[in-house]
């Protein structure tokens, strides 16, 4: 197995990204995350899952270990495959951990393709599998956000444009809701 490749990031489409290493380029179907941090022509490392089949080897790409080990955690749900995880991992790594952690089936389902029924399943099958999500304020205002209908990039650029030391999450959320509006 692969365990991350390096090289410069060529192209990058809405799903893919295309990483030319030794003269190669290998097209990674990508989550949002690691879409959303990195940019064409610099070099970067990507973590990467190979996926083999009868008809197909693809990649899929991960913007660190931790995010590839809870998409190998969602691929051992039965029924769950590796575009499903792909897109449950859409609402991002630590979203998703902590809706697992929390049973929010809504939160999860909010991810394209993701029945309620999968992700009930999701949560049953993994909730006492998941390491403690670092459950930090911020963490749990992001949660928020995306559950009251931002975009999880969205909700991260406006916390990390606010002032979160020694805030609950409550308030931190309203605080964001303000920011959001000026």
Not at 27 to 43: F, M, S
Not at 49 to 77: C, N, P
Not at 86 to 107: P, S, W
Not at 166 to 177: F, R, V, Y
């Amino acid at each position: 197995m692969y365990n991350y490749i390096k090289g410069e990031i060529t192209e990058l489409s809405a799903n893919t990204i295309t990483v030319e290493a030794g003269g190669i380029g290998y097209e990674i179907n990508a989550t949002a995350d690691l879409l959303g941090g990195v940019k064409q022509g610099e070099t970067a490392a990507i973590y990467v899952y190979l996926q083999v089949r009868e008809d197909s080897h693809t990649l899929f790409g991960f913007s660190d270990a931790d995010e590839r080990a809870l998409f190998l955690q969602l691929l051992g749900v039965s029924g769950v495959g590796a575009k499903s995880a792909l897109a449950m991992l859409g609402i991002g790594a630590e979203t998703l951990r902590t809706a697992i952690l929390k049973e929010d089936v809504n939160a999860i389902s909010a991810a394209k393709g993701v029945s309620r029924k999968t992700a009930e399943k999701v949560i049953l099958e993994l909730r006492g599998k998941l390491p403690p999500a670092a459950n930090s304020e911020a963490d749990d205002a992001v949660f928020g956000l995306v559950n009251l209908g931002l975009g999880r990039s969205e909700a991260l650029s406006i916390i990390k444009s606010i002032e979160t030391t020694g805030k609950t999450a409550e308030q931190i959320i309203s605080l964001a809701l303000r920011a959001r509006h000026k």
